[in-house]
T-cell receptor
Framework: SQTIHQWPATLVQPVGSPLSLECTVE??????LYWYRQAAGRGLQLLFY??????ISSEVPQNLSASRPQDRQFILSSKKLLLSDSGFYLC?????????????FGEGSRLTVL | SQKIEQNSEALNIQEGKTATLTCNYT??????LQWYRQDPGRGPVFLLL?????KEKRKERLKVTFDTTLKQSLFHITASQPADSATYLC?????????FGRGTSLIVHP
């Protein structure tokens, strides 16, 4: 069966510090991968998606970046965090080609920037 | 621009009643609409998918309708229980990149 792992689950970072969130998927090949952010009391905002290794599409311009070094690994990074980067970050995957587009989410990473 | 809109106000209902949540979309013609449940501090969990050629889809106490003329999907939970309390999200599926509405919080009172 397919599983998705996301870490760390919680982190507190000072403004200006770097960030790295990691997501891996098991039990599937060539998944579409997604990073979402959910600010407190807000909806899910799509940040990045990837349909293959090294292929990243950005939905929202910001100081975040994403990379996909391996087929089932998706990394969200920042060189310098802002207060506004605080939120709940969710990684998700869907089947290759997005036939149904059904998404499977990880448990999330809660980031607090102080 | 393409939009998915859900009622941002919480829906409060009494246990045993039917909850009805609304999802409206504009500037879209999605082949599918999906519904997810999200509990506090957790990732969303997929519930149901309905295709544009399906008027209605059922799964246990859940029912989803899809009206392409009104550009609307309705999500019903019959015989609601306090355990159904959560935020429910809709999203277009198919060839579109999955963007979500803000979700509607459902609170079922015992």
């Amino acid at each position: 069966s397919q599983t998705i792992h996301q870490w760390p689950a919680t982190l507190v970072q000072p403004v200006g510090s770097p960030l790295s969130l990691e997501c891996t998927v098991e039990g599937t090949s060539n998944p579409n991968l997604y990073w979402y952010r959910q600010a407190a009391g807000r909806g899910l905002q799509l940040l990045f998606y990837s349909v293959g290794i090294g292929q990243i599409s950005s939905e929202v311009p910001q100081n975040l970046s994403a990379s996909r070094p391996q087929d089932r690994q998706f990394i969200l990074s920042s060189k310098k965090l802002l207060l506004s980067d605080s939120g709940f970050y969710l990684c998700a995957w869907s089947g290759e080609g997005g036939v149904t587009g059904e998404l499977f989410f990880g448990e999330g990473s809660r980031l607090t920037v102080l | 621009s393409q939009k998915i809109e859900q009622n941002s106000e919480a829906l409060n209902i009494q246990e045993g009643k039917t909850a009805t949540l609304t999802c409206n979309y504009t500037n879209y013609s999605p082949a599918y609409l999906q519904w997810y449940r999200q509990d506090p501090g957790r990732g969303p969990v997929f519930l149901l998918l309905i295709r544009e050629n399906e008027k209605e889809k059922r799964k246990e106490r859940l029912k989803v309708t899809f009206d392409t003329t009104l550009k609307q999907s309705l999500f019903h939970i019959t015989a609601s229980q306090p355990a159904d309390s959560a935020t429910y999200l809709c999203a277009p599926g198919g060839s579109y990149i999955p963007t979500f509405g803000r979700g509607t919080s459902l609170i079922v009172h015992p």
